[in-house]
């Protein structure tokens, strides 16, 4: 049977989990993260927490976004946004340094959804072909996101048609997908 996104997430957040481990000998840690409640938080220090991924009870699909813009959304999107709470994860996809983007809590995912339905608007205005933003790059005006329409994950010049296709899907661009623990 072929993985999912979710379970090659969970795969990817515990290479993450695991790098981070054999590098600090303890969970991650964030220090921007502090006073933001979360089911990931493992522990509260000084000016940082502990924390580590936490499947949701029950994936999630993100259909407010849907309803807000009148499109169907990739499946592939709601599996990455939905299945899981956790930080932000760095890592690097082939040459290209990523902050792979998660959902903190019930709350943080508000603020993504308006976010992404500000994206879809932008993108409709300017008559692109609608991307999903999985990831920020180190150039402010690329980000990676996946193909609406073929579930392609891409290297996505912000407002621009420019795209490259770094992975056919998001389990592909998942597996590849190493951890950078700093």
């Excluded at 990817?12 to 409640?37: C, D, I, T």
């Excluded at 994860?89 to 340094?97: H, R, S, T, V």
């Excluded at 609406?148 to 912000?158: A, S, Y």
């Amino acid at each position: 049977m072929p993985l999912s996104v979710e379970q090659a997430l969970a795969n990817f957040s515990q290479r993450y989990v695991e790098a981070w481990k054999s590098k600090h000998n303890s969970l991650p840690m964030n220090e921007e993260l502090v006073g933001l409640a979360s089911p990931c938080i493992d522990e509260t220090r000084d000016l940082e927490v502990s924390w580590q991924p936490v499947n949701r009870d029950e994936s999630i699909r993100l259909v407010n976004i849907e309803q807000g813009i009148e499109l169907d959304l990739h499946d592939d999107f709601h599996a990455f946004y939905g299945a899981q709470f956790s930080a932000d994860m760095m890592a690097k996809f082939g040459d290209i340094n990523i902050e792979l983007l998660q959902v903190w809590s019930d709350e943080d995912l508000e603020r993504l959804q308006g976010n992404m339905l500000g994206h879809l608007v932008m993108q409709r205005r300017l008559k692109l072909v609608p991307t999903l933003f999985i990831a920020v790059t180190d150039d402010e005006m690329e980000v990676i996101s996946i193909c609406n329409q073929t579930g392609e994950i891409i290297l996505d010049t912000v407002g621009t048609k420019k795209r490259t296709v770094l992975a056919a899907t998001m389990v592909e661009f998942l597996e590849k997908l190493e951890p950078v623990v700093e």
